[in-house]
């Protein structure tokens, strides 16, 4: 393990450590804004996925690490707006560390990040506008540059009669269940410093964000007495294509476009949601989580302890 | 101190509002918190309609969030999972808490419910829980 991974990896285990005794120290209520996960830019279903940590070390080859986690600490939350109670503003400090050395393009970063979220509307049978801001610092050592970033994301949850569903599961009572998912955003990333790849080091770029996708749900079962709301999650099909587009930029990156498509299926074997087993189909790239064009699959047998 | 509710019939009340009422004749400095035993009782006791529509909409919210548009309140099983078998993710859990906060205030205007509360509750039954104790009086 290199000195710096040391380095990051026990200012990730002491903030962990110092969290928990913060959390004795002042008691549930620290616990309750606090909340582990492996990003926060956004946060739609897709997204709202469990921090992963692995790590192989054999004797007569070289060490593989896999670490996408985060935690965060949720400061305020507030009514905003003049019809009180129906939109809300929230504001979240977190770190997220990312290392992942299976991949043939190696990700390596870590993010202090400020985030606001914002809401629109409270009658998910309508619409209902979630936007998550962030502000970031990023040190991104695969790049060697760090930078500054500036994000904001908007996704729409609407669950009414007809056939448009967007941004969640709904018809608990029903066998399948299906919803879209389109996000738009943009993203200021202004680079502070950044060594041997990039001509100009110094510079911004200002681009576009555009994603579409969709899951579709299989339900299982019943329960004895019949009821219908009792169905667990047994099949998921997950597919997304997130475009980027340099809108204006004086970072001689060359490369104006950068998509991401992922498909992916998760198979929930027992009845309680626990445990699942997962394949993702990986080909793009992701500027904000640093991970470079590449294609890849993801296998992995996720579990939860309630 | 934790809060406990059961159930009492109205001539039993009776009985208790009576016994108070002398204590406080003879105790006339007696107080719970800041208040006479018998104003506190009177604080304290919510009618078995009261608890139960605050239930039934409970439910209802939770039906609406969750895209459900064919089970009735009362057929939405306390023991049904938020996430597990309702597929409720952030989004929805932002909404339950909006719209808890808007019941809350029906029943108490000075109650309220935070995002942490909702995010601790797993089932239907644990909302349930969660809105009646806050329309409930305080007097701890």
């Not at chain 1, 692995?54 to 690490?65: C, L």
């Not at chain 1, 911004?204 to 019949?226: A, E, K, T, V």
């Not at chain 1, 198979?267 to 993702?280: A, E, H, I, Q």
């Not at chain 2, 609406?64 to 952030?90: A, E, M, R, V, Y």
């Given at each position: 393990m290199s000195n710096s991974l040391k380095i990051i990896v026990s200012v990730f285990v002491t903030i962990l450590t110092i969290l928990f005794n913060i959390q004795k120290s002042f008691g549930q209520e620290f616990l309750k804004n606090l909340s582990v996960r492996k990003a926060f830019e956004s946060k739609t279903p897709d997204d709202d996925k469990p921090a992963t940590i692995s790590f192989t070390g054999p004797t007569n080859k070289a060490s593989s690490f896999l670490l996408n986690a985060g935690v965060g600490y949720k400061f305020t939350e507030k009514s905003i707006g003049k019809i009180k109670d129906k939109n809300k503003l929230t504001l979240n400090v977190f770190f997220v560390y990312n290392v992942n050395s299976l991949i043939s393009i190696e990700q390596h970063n870590y993010k202090l990040e400020i985030t606001a979220e914002t809401r629109f509307g409270m009658n998910p049978q309508k619409l209902v506008f979630f936007g998550n801001h962030t502000m970031q610092y990023i040190r991104d050592y695969v790049d060697t540059n760090y930078s500054a970033l500036l994000t904001t994301y908007w996704h729409i949850l609407s669950k009414g009669k007809g056939p448009k569903k967007f941004g969640g599961y709904s018809n608990p009572d029903k066998s399948f269940s299906y919803f879209?998912?389109?996000?738009?955003?943009?993203?200021?990333?202004?680079?502070?410093?950044?060594?041997?790849?990039?001509?100009?080091?110094?510079?911004?770029?200002?681009?576009?964000?555009?994603?579409?996708?969709?899951?579709?749900?299989?339900?299982?079962?019943?329960?004895?007495?019949?009821?219908?709301?009792?169905?667990?999650?047994?099949?998921?099909?997950?597919?997304?294509?997130d475009f980027r587009e340099s809108l204006i930029s004086n970072v001689n990156y060359n490369k104006e476009n950068s998509y991401l498509f992922k498909a992916g299926i998760n198979l929930y074997p027992t009845r309680d949601g626990n445990l699942s087993v997962g394949g993702c189909y990986n080909d793009g790239e992701d500027p904000v989580a640093g991970i470079n064009k590449q294609e890849y699959w993801i296998v992995a047998l996720q579990f939860k302890l309630n | 101190m934790a809060k406990q509710e059961f159930q009492i019939n109205a001539s039993a009340l009776k009985k208790i509002h009576g016994a108070l009422k002398k204590l406080e004749t003879k105790n006339p400095k007696m107080l719970i918190g800041k208040m006479k035993p018998t104003h506190f009782l009177s604080a304290s006791v919510k009618s078995l309609s009261e608890v139960q529509s605050a239930t039934s909409e409970t439910k209802q919210i939770i039906l609406n969030i969750s895209g459900d548009f064919s089970t009735k309140p009362d057929d939405l099983n306390d023991s049904t999972l938020l996430k597990d078998n309702l597929n409720f993710g952030d989004d929805e859990f932002s909404l339950l808490q909006t719209q808890f906060d808007t019941l809350v205030k029906k029943y108490k205007s000075s109650a309220s419910v935070t995002s942490g509360e909702t995010n601790k509750c797993n089932t239907v039954g644990d909302c349930a829980k969660l809105v009646s104790s806050k329309t409930t009086a305080d007097y701890e």
């Amino acid at each position: 393990m290199s000195n710096s991974l040391k380095i990051i990896v026990s200012v990730f285990v002491t903030i962990l450590t110092i969290l928990f005794n913060i959390q004795k120290s002042f008691g549930q209520e620290f616990l309750k804004n606090l909340s582990v996960r492996k990003a926060f830019e956004s946060k739609t279903p897709d997204d709202d996925k469990p921090a992963t940590i692995s790590f192989t070390g054999p004797t007569n080859k070289a060490s593989s690490f896999l670490l996408n986690a985060g935690v965060g600490y949720k400061f305020t939350e507030k009514s905003i707006g003049k019809i009180k109670d129906k939109n809300k503003l929230t504001l979240n400090v977190f770190f997220v560390y990312n290392v992942n050395s299976l991949i043939s393009i190696e990700q390596h970063n870590y993010k202090l990040e400020i985030t606001a979220e914002t809401r629109f509307g409270m009658n998910p049978q309508k619409l209902v506008f979630f936007g998550n801001h962030t502000m970031q610092y990023i040190r991104d050592y695969v790049d060697t540059n760090y930078s500054a970033l500036l994000t904001t994301y908007w996704h729409i949850l609407s669950k009414g009669k007809g056939p448009k569903k967007f941004g969640g599961y709904s018809n608990p009572d029903k066998s399948f269940s299906y919803f879209f998912q389109p996000k738009v955003g943009l993203e200021y990333q202004y680079l502070i410093d950044a060594k041997e790849k990039l001509v100009n080091a110094h510079g911004f770029d200002f681009r576009g964000f555009q994603s579409i996708g969709g899951n579709l749900l299989y339900r299982s079962g019943r329960n004895s007495s019949g009821q219908t709301d009792s169905r667990t999650k047994l099949l998921e099909l997950i597919v997304s294509y997130d475009f980027r587009e340099s809108l204006i930029s004086n970072v001689n990156y060359n490369k104006e476009n950068s998509y991401l498509f992922k498909a992916g299926i998760n198979l929930y074997p027992t009845r309680d949601g626990n445990l699942s087993v997962g394949g993702c189909y990986n080909d793009g790239e992701d500027p904000v989580a640093g991970i470079n064009k590449q294609e890849y699959w993801i296998v992995a047998l996720q579990f939860k302890l309630n | 101190m934790a809060k406990q509710e059961f159930q009492i019939n109205a001539s039993a009340l009776k009985k208790i509002h009576g016994a108070l009422k002398k204590l406080e004749t003879k105790n006339p400095k007696m107080l719970i918190g800041k208040m006479k035993p018998t104003h506190f009782l009177s604080a304290s006791v919510k009618s078995l309609s009261e608890v139960q529509s605050a239930t039934s909409e409970t439910k209802q919210i939770i039906l609406n969030i969750s895209g459900d548009f064919s089970t009735k309140p009362d057929d939405l099983n306390d023991s049904t999972l938020l996430k597990d078998n309702l597929n409720f993710g952030d989004d929805e859990f932002s909404l339950l808490q909006t719209q808890f906060d808007t019941l809350v205030k029906k029943y108490k205007s000075s109650a309220s419910v935070t995002s942490g509360e909702t995010n601790k509750c797993n089932t239907v039954g644990d909302c349930a829980k969660l809105v009646s104790s806050k329309t409930t009086a305080d007097y701890e």
